[in-house]
């Protein structure tokens, strides 16, 4: 670790020592929405869902990221760095990438409140977020699959400004209905 950058070093100390808090906050949600039944309404679902994207990042890529990273600066073998690169590269790529997702999942779901307030519990139903929910996870894993074995990517970036829009679309419609209708209770 003789020539190993300051940022190397910085982060590594980061990962450490954050990957057991992301462990344990996401577990604890988790865990409280998994025993107390009145937590569980479809938006808590949906960020418990995010929460174990996170959870998973906390278990995968942080302790990749940092054995990586320690055996580069160990000067071991690159044969091997690149195996942790790639896997670490996977599930970074995969789960990073499906949290806008979930914020996608969410940004809907609270349009569909404002919306359809009167609707919302036979348009959004526990069998309709665990679809959605899948959907997200299984449009990664696909992402994730394509891109270890046919080399065939989609640009990060293009996948944000894909989730990005949609969300926008749905946070300015919410904006326009809570004005409309504090107009409607002023008058």
Known sequence: MTNTPLYTVLSIIVNLLTCP???????LFITAMRKKRRLQTMHNILLASMSATDLAVGICCQPVFVVQEIFLAASGSLFVYCKFFTIQRATTSCLCLLSPLHLVLIAVERFVTMKYSLQYDSIVTRFRVTVAVACCWLIMISYCFTWLFYKLLIPAPALVIACFLPMVHCHVS???????????IKS
Do not use: K, T
């Open 174 to 184: 919410v904006y326009f209905i809570c004005r409309r209708h504090v107009i409607q």
């Open 21 to 27: 808090l992301v462990i344990l906050l996401n577990g």
